[in-house]
């Protein structure tokens, strides 16, 4: 089976930098999705790591450590619209779809 | 506009009364999937699909089916709904396994 870990919630300041962390444990471990989620809508997609370091998209980066199962999403320059639902997603060998985490609720307070 | 749609989108219903939800996407996307959200729980996969005629269960599939005899399309049916299903529904797709998912907007099931 799959076992994927994620804060429940994180509070941070408009403007600050905040790191969303993932711990997985999964046989046949292929890559880790990050998707974002705002309240009473569907997730979106923001990046997939399949190697090992870090992979910067504008103002979100994602890292990967798949020898310590092991994931960050780092939101920079935070905004109000940030505030939402992070989702970590395991994708492994074994199955055709990842395994979603249960998410960290982020709320970016002024 | 490349989507995922799901209909209805809002459905009270009462237990034992047989249901489907619709999902098409228009990506001509091999994979498609059915996921549950409830709080505290995250999203949890309920069926899977890799290509027309060949689907699988995912982790909660307890008092669904599915089919899919065309590429674009995915219903979920739920034959005997019982207020434990209760819960918001998304179908998402994928060009492949371990590509992006696109999912649908989402189907807020309420079973009394």
């Known amino acids: 089976g799959q076992n994927i870990d994620q804060p429940t919630e994180m509070t941070a300041t408009e403007g600050a930098i905040v790191q969303i962390n993932c711990t997985y444990q999964t046989s046949g471990f292929n890559g880790l999705f990050w998707y974002q989620q705002h309240a009473g809508e569907a997730p979106t997609f923001l990046s997939y790591n399949v190697l090992d370091g870090l992979e910067e998209k504008g103002r979100f980066s994602s890292f990967l450590s798949r020898s310590k199962g092991y994931s960050y999403l780092l939101l920079k320059e935070l905004q109000m619209k940030d505030s939402a639902s992070y989702l970590c997603?395991?994708?492994?060998?074994?199955?055709?779809?990842?395994?979603f985490g249960r998410g960290t609720s982020l709320i970016v307070h002024p | 506009e490349a989507q995922v749609t799901q209909n209805p989108r809002y459905l009270i219903t009462v237990t034992g009364k047989k249901l489907t939800v619709t999902c098409s996407q228009n990506m001509n996307h091999e994979y498609m999937s059915w996921y549950r959200q409830d709080p505290g729980l995250g999203l949890r996969q309920i069926y899977y699909?890799?290509?027309?005629?060949?689907?699988d269960k995912g982790d909660v599939p307890e008092g669904y089916k599915v089919s899919r005899k065309e590429k674009r399309n995915f219903p979920l049916i739920l034959e005997s709904p019982s207020p434990n299903q209760t819960s918001l529904y998304f179908c998402?797709?994928?060009?492949?396994?371990?590509?992006?998912?696109?999912f649908g907007p989402g189907t807020r099931l309420t079973v009394l």
């Open positions: 997603a395991a994708q492994s060998g074994g199955s055709y779809i990842p395994t």
């Open positions: 699909s890799m290509n027309v005629e060949v689907t």
């Open positions: 998402a797709s994928s060009l492949s396994s371990g590509s992006e998912q696109f």
